[in-house]
C-alpha cells in the first residue's frame, strides 16, 4: 500500500536534546511539508522541499532542521534551541501541478518534554 | 497575505442533524479551496476540494461550493452520523500549477461532535 510512514507516535525529548522525526513516502512525491499542529489552532508549516537536496523554510523554522538526501525520506530534526516543542507533528506530501496543493498526511508524531 | 477564518467551535450535533460548518478566506490570486478531515489520533485526509469559483466539491456526503463574491467555501452534510465525528480544516492554495508546488494556508479547525 501506498502512503507516508511518519515514526515514532510518541517521543520524549529531554532538556538540551536533540530529537529526530522519521517520515517515509512511497508515493513517488516529488514535494514534502513538515507541520506543527497545537491545540486549538491550525497547521503552522515548519519546512517543505520540492526535490531532492533542496529545501525551503515555512513560516516557523526556527529551532528546527532536515535534509533530504533521499526522494522518499524527509526527516525533521527538533533542536534544543526550539524552547516550546511540544506539539503534534505532521508530514505531508503532494505530487506537484494542478493537484500539487492536494497533499497527503501521515499520521503523526506527538512530541513532548520530559 | 493568505488566511482561512473558520467558525469557532466545538460543534455538538445529535445523529441525522444538518451540519453547516463556516469557512471564510483572504488571498492573494486565485485560490484552491480544500477541506480536510482528521480523526482521533490520526493525520489529515482530503475530504473534497474545488478549483475555481461556483465549483461543487461533495465526496461522503459532505458539500461546500466555491463562492468567490463572498469569499466562502461553507462545508455542509444534510445528515450527520456519529462517525463524522472528527477536526474539520478549511484550507487555501495559491500558485500550484505546472512544475510549482502550492503551500497550504489552513484554518484552526473545527471539532464537531456528533452523539446517537
Known amino acids: 500500500d501506498g502512503g507516508i510512514t511518519q515514526s515514532p507516535k510518541y517521543l520524549f525529548r529531554k532538556e538540551g536534546q536533540n530529537v529526530t522525526l522519521s517520515c517515509e513516502q512511497n508515493l513517488n512525491h516529488d514535494a514534502m511539508y513538515w507541520y506543527r499542529q497545537d491545540p486549538g489552532q491550525g497547521l503552522r508549516l515548519i519546512y517543505y522541499?520540492?526535490?531532492?537536496?533542496?529545501?525551503q523554510k515555512g513560516d516557523i523554522a526556527e529551532g528546527y532542521s532536515v535534509s533530504r538526501e533521499k526522494k522518499e525520506s524527509f526527516p525533521l530534526t527538533v533542536t534544543s534551541a526550539q524552547k516550546n516543542p511540544t506539539a503534534f507533528y505532521l508530514c505531508?506530501?503532494?505530487?506537484?501541478?494542478?493537484?500539487?496543493?492536494?497533499?497527503?498526511f501521515g499520521a503523526g508524531t506527538r512530541l513532548s518534554v520530559l | 497575505g493568505n488566511s482561512v477564518t473558520q467558525m469557532e467551535g466545538p460543534v455538538t450535533l445529535s445523529e441525522e442533524a444538518f451540519l453547516t460548518i463556516n469557512c471564510t478566506y483572504t488571498?492573494?490570486?486565485?485560490?484552491?479551496l480544500f477541506w480536510y478531515v482528521q480523526y482521533p489520533g490520526e493525520g489529515l485526509q482530503l475530504l473534497l476540494k474545488?478549483?475555481?469559483?461556483?465549483d461543487k466539491g461533495s465526496n461522503k456526503g459532505f458539500e461546500a461550493t466555491y463562492r468567490k463574491e463572498t469569499t466562502s467555501f461553507h462545508l455542509e452534510k444534510g445528515s450527520v452520523q456519529v462517525s463524522d465525528s472528527a477536526v474539520y480544516f478549511c484550507a487555501l492554495s495559491v500558485g500550484a500549477g505546472g512544475t510549482s508546488y502550492g503551500k497550504l494556508t489552513f484554518g484552526q479547525g473545527t471539532i464537531l461532535t456528533v452523539h446517537p
Open positions: 488571498a492573494t490570486g486565485y485560490p484552491s
Open positions: 505531508a506530501s503532494s505530487i506537484g501541478g494542478r493537484d500539487g496543493n492536494i497533499q497527503y
Open positions: 522541499s520540492q526535490i531532492v537536496n533542496d529545501f
Open positions: 474545488a478549483t475555481k469559483a461556483d
